[in-house]
């Protein structure tokens, strides 16, 4: 039974436009949502998070959005750049570890 | 500042063998979480240490074992390796326990 699951595999898109990925989770007592970004060969790279009591937290060009209702939150990248390209991962946290999704490969195209 | 570091980077054992891998965190964070990840899949929580504590298991069988020193380095071990133990093993140190930052993993091959 997957707690977190970001339904999409793959988003391609155009540089300059807006890269937006999927995250939707199924355990309420998750409390911190995170995105990381990792590239083949290397550890996942920190990149925003959201606690469960805020529904919107944006560093740059990455804004994270979380709708507590409807557990889903979604990462949207503006503009987007072709070193953008990479696997996204959510992560929830609760009592203890993170818990991830299983990935969305983003591909940024000049 | 050193991030995560993970040792050895590669690591090629045969089945029923153990081995050990190591990570040092973050200069001044005190907890250490270990995760496995294969391919296709994002990381599996197996373990977090938090003053040489152990504070959280993810499902994992007991040939899995952790330890985290005085200096909040780490240890993984497992014990009779199987062949779906060959994965991306990460580390990640964090002072909260929330936001955590990863080495660069530790690729193991059992053959």
């Known amino acids: 039974d997957q707690q977190v699951k970001q339904n999409s595999p793959s988003l391609s898109v155009q540089e300059g436009r807006i890269s937006i990925l999927n995250c939707d989770y199924t355990?309420?007592?998750?409390?911190?949502f995170l995105w990381y970004k990792k590239y083949p060969a290397e550890g996942p790279t920190f990149l925003i998070s959201?606690?469960?009591?805020?529904d919107k937290n944006e560093d740059g060009r990455f804004t994270v959005f979380l709708n507590k209702s409807a557990k889903h939150l979604s990462l949207h990248i503006v503009p987007s750049q072709p070193g953008d390209s990479a696997v996204y991962f959510c992560?929830?946290?609760?009592?203890?570890?993170?818990?991830f999704g299983k990935g969305t490969m983003l591909l940024v195209s000049p | 500042d050193a991030g995560v570091t993970q040792s050895p980077t590669h690591l090629i054992k045969t089945r029923g063998q153990h081995v050990t891998l190591r990570c040092s965190p973050i200069?001044?964070?005190?907890?250490v979480s270990w995760y496995q990840q294969v391919l296709g899949q994002g990381p599996q929580f197996i373990f977090q240490?938090?003053?040489?504590?152990?504070?959280g298991r993810g499902n994992f069988p007991d040939r899995f074992s952790a330890r985290q020193f005085p200096n909040y380095s780490s240890e993984l071990n497992v014990n009779a390796l199987l062949l779906g133990d060959s994965a991306l093993y990460l580390c990640?140190?964090?002072?909260?326990?929330?936001?955590?930052?990863f080495g660069p993993g530790t690729r193991l091959t059992v053959t």
């Open positions: 200069s001044g964070h005190k907890s």
């Open positions: 992560a929830a946290s609760g009592s203890w570890g993170l818990t």
């Open positions: 959201i606690s469960s009591i805020k």
């Open positions: 240490y938090y003053e040489k504590e152990e504070r």
């Open positions: 990640a140190s964090s002072l909260a326990a929330a936001e955590q930052y």
């Open positions: 355990n309420s007592m998750f409390d911190y």
